[in-house]
Structures are given as structure tokens and as C-alpha cells.
């Protein structure tokens, strides 16, 4: 099992910054890869950006290439992604994600972060 808890969301007026950050605990051995997913209202849920346990390889949505970074720190074990440039449709509750090896899709999951841009 692995367990994830993400911090760092609020309230930012358009063209702010924010961090959020995620700790995982537990079975870290077997990720493969993390990820940030976002859901605004009404919405499905979409990957935002995602990079590999091991190696650090990232790939990232077309809609916040450039402005937002995934960054992973081994030696905590915490997730990060920075947000700059934020727009009023960055709004949404970020959930934090980890995919098992030998698994295709992602199965653990936080319980999310608010992220409010205000225009």
C-alpha cells in the first residue's frame, strides 16, 4: 500500500504562483510513476503532469507546458508541482497519484488539494 497526501493548494489571483506538494508513505518500492491529476467542476478528471520513480522523466498536458513543473525528491519521498502563471481555468482540486509496476493505470490515489485562481 502506498499512502498520499497533498498540501500547499488556496486561493491566488490570475498570473500567481502556487507549490503543491505530496508525501507518500508505505510501499514507495513499487512505484513506477507519479502524477498530478486535476478536476474542476463538472469536469472529468485530467492528467496534469506525470514523471517516472526512477529516472525522472516527465511529460506534462499541452495546457500548462511551460508554466508548470513535477519535480520529485527521493530522499523524502514528496512529490512537487510548481505553478506559475496561474489562470482562472487552472481551477480545480489537484489529486496526487502513484502507478504500481506491472500496472497500467494509476491506483493510489490522495484526497486532493483546492487550487482557486481568482481573475
Known amino acids: 500500500q502506498v499512502h498520499l497526501v497533498e498540501s500547499g493548494g488556496g486561493l491566488v489571483q490570475a498570473g500567481g504562483s502556487l507549490r503543491l506538494s505530496c508525501a507518500a508513505s508505505?510501499?514507495?518500492?513499487?512505484?513506477?510513476?507519479m502524477g498530478w491529476y486535476h478536476q474542476a467542476p463538472g469536469k472529468q478528471r485530467e492528467l496534469v503532469a506525470q514523471i517516472t520513480w526512477s529516472g525522472g522523466t516527465t511529460s506534462y498536458a499541452d495546457s500548462v507546458k511551460g508554466r508548470f513543473t513535477i519535480s520529485l525528491d527521493k530522499t523524502s519521498n514528496t512529490l512537487y508541482l510548481q505553478m506559475h502563471s496561474l489562470k482562472p481555468e487552472d481551477t480545480a482540486v489537484y489529486y496526487c497519484?502513484?502507478?504500481?509496476?506491472?500496472?497500467?493505470?494509476?491506483?493510489?490515489w490522495g484526497l486532493g488539494a483546492q487550487v482557486t485562481v481568482s481573475s
Open positions: 497519484a502513484a502507478k504500481k509496476y506491472l500496472v497500467v493505470d494509476y491506483t493510489y
Open positions: 508505505g510501499s514507495t518500492f513499487s512505484i513506477e510513476r
